[in-house]
């Protein structure tokens, strides 16, 4: 079984495509940004960070696609080979906003062996 990141509420699921079991949530992104938050590419410890910082922006954003943006923004700032997001000004300036507030945990970036 894979081991995915709920990209929703930060929990741990089995399954890119199965639903997350406390939130319910099939995956709010596309399939390939789920697959790129699962085990075939991260290990469980980097994953398990990634939900702190997901719970995080959260706990300062009530839109969970908003929400999904903030963290893809985050990600891109950390991971060297991750294409930029295509953001209008303003919406650029509020997820930065939101992201400024997060107190976020130093993630450790390691890939998976698989
Ligand atoms: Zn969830």
Same mark, same amino acid.
């Given at each position: 079984m894979t081991a995915a990141l709920c990209l929703n509420c930060g929990e741990m699921k089995f399954g890119v495509l199965l639903p997350c079991p406390k939130c319910k949530t099939t995956g709010i992104a596309p399939m390939e940004i789920g697959i790129a938050f699962s085990d075939h590419h991260y290990t469980n410890d980097t994953l398990r960070q990634l939900g702190i910082v997901i719970k995080?922006?959260?706990?300062?954003?009530?839109? *969970?696609?908003?929400?999904?943006?903030?963290?893809?923004?985050?990600?891109?700032?950390?991971? *060297?080979?991750?294409? *930029?997001?295509?953001l209008e000004v303003e919406e650029a300036q509020e997820i930065k906003s939101i992201l400024a507030k997060c107190?976020?945990?130093?993630?450790?970036?390691?890939?998976?062996?698989?």
């Open positions: 995080e922006i959260n706990t300062h954003c009530d839109d *969970p696609m908003k929400c999904l943006l903030v963290f893809l923004h985050y990600i891109s700032q950390k991971v *060297p080979d991750c294409p *930029p997001l295509d107190k976020l945990p130093n993630v450790v970036f390691e890939e998976s062996e698989r």
